[in-house]
């Protein structure tokens, strides 16, 4: 039996349009290698005509950032009717949006670090809350203009309000919680497990730490208690499921082992579109559970759906 016809969605032009290239360009090559007929798509404005055209049995969408992970292309492939890869229209456009995911996340017993939302603009030069705390653009990904200010801090950083910000208005400012980053993986109704981040040589995982060789060490399993590694996966799958999401996803935590074994685990966001390159978190923690990239990569494939 021949295998789908797959077109992969890539690059785009959100912020994080080099990560998804880099994702897609290995996505395809690994189906190509597993058999399937593929189509590298980099999206334009033309990207519904272009599909109508293609015809493709099936999207995977590599896609990272807004317009890509927001529920955009996601509503256009509901229209085209094209099954595809990750999560639905609701899901995806819900989780992208920082402020939003979290106060629902809150309501499902989640646990989340106290945060507001502001237009940059009202900063100014007064701390908008004690610090230290975190300001992020509430609809960007990859740790895009995430800025962390320090508890010796006398007033915000400047380029928070300065023109050379690119991230848009609405920031959220949070609580910055101390301690270990924590990623969990789910695939379908599985927490595939969990796996620890360690940025070498930078204060977080920010987008350097995170594609370029070298900048972080991956511990998977993360070395940490099996009480708290089970309290990761339940709540990873409790989001996932929450939310309403489809095939692959990926929790990120916070958890601050400094007083306590117990310590705080504070959730912080899921993604939807994690990376998807051999080396980047969702592949390993797959690997680790028995799931090679190909197989990890298929199963993702025989999944995608319509109506998600």
């Known amino acids: 039996m021949s295998k789908k016809h797959v077109a992969v969605l890539m690059g785009g032009f959100s912020s994080e349009r080099p990560v998804s290239l880099a994702s897609?360009?290995?996505?395809?090559?690994?189906?190509?290698?597993?058999?399937?007929?593929?189509?590298?798509v980099d999206v334009d404005r033309n990207l519904?005509?272009?599909?109508?055209?293609?015809?493709?049995?099936?999207?995977?969408?590599?896609?990272?950032?807004?317009?890509?992970?927001?529920?955009?292309?996601?509503?256009?492939?509901?229209?085209?009717?094209?099954?595809?890869?990750?999560?639905?229209?609701?899901?995806?456009?819900?989780?992208?949006?920082?402020?939003?995911?979290?106060?629902l996340a809150k309501t499902f017993g989640i646990p989340v670090a106290e945060s507001k939302v502001m237009d940059r603009h009202q900063i100014g030069s007064r701390h908008p809350m004690q610090p230290p705390y975190v300001v992020k653009p509430v609809?960007?990904?990859?740790?895009?203009g995430v800025v962390i200010v320090d508890a010796n801090q006398s007033h915000p950083p400047q380029i928070i309000t300065s023109d050379e910000w690119a991230y848009g208005d609405r920031v959220m400012v949070e609580r910055y919680v101390h301690g270990r980053e924590l990623t969990c993986a789910v695939m379908g109704d599985v927490a595939l497990g969990v796996t620890e981040i360690i940025p070498q040589g930078h204060a977080f995982y920010d987008y350097d730490?995170?594609?370029?060789?070298?900048?972080?060490?991956?511990?998977c399993p993360a070395e940490i208690s099996p009480n708290i590694y089970q309290q990761v996966t339940k709540l990873a799958l409790k989001a996932h499921q929450a939310f309403g999401c489809r095939g692959v996803t990926r929790s990120d935590f916070r958890y601050d082992d400094r007083f306590s074994e117990n310590g705080e685990l504070i959730w912080l966001e899921i993604n939807t579109q994690p990376g998807m390159t051999a080396?980047?978190?969702?592949?390993?923690?797959?690997?680790?559970?028995?799931?090679?990239?190909?197989?990890?990569?298929?199963?993702?494939?025989?999944?995608?759906?319509?109506?998600?």
């Open 48 to 103: 519904s005509a272009r599909l109508a055209e293609l015809r493709p049995d099936v999207v995977f969408n590599a896609l990272h950032g807004p317009y890509g992970e927001d529920g955009t292309v996601q509503g256009i492939l509901e229209y085209l009717q094209i099954p595809y890869t990750h999560s639905g229209v609701l899901a995806s456009a819900v989780t992208m949006d920082k402020d939003l995911s979290k106060r």
């Open 24 to 40: 897609g360009g290995e996505c395809a090559a690994e189906l190509e290698r597993a058999g399937y007929p593929v189509t590298r």
């Open 209 to 219: 730490s995170k594609y370029v060789p070298g900048g972080s060490k991956h511990v």
């Open 139 to 144: 609809a960007e990904g990859s740790s895009f």
């Open 279 to 308: 080396t980047s978190l969702v592949p390993e923690i797959a690997l680790a559970a028995g799931h090679s990239f190909a197989e990890l990569l298929e199963w993702m494939v025989e999944d995608a759906s319509c109506m998600r």
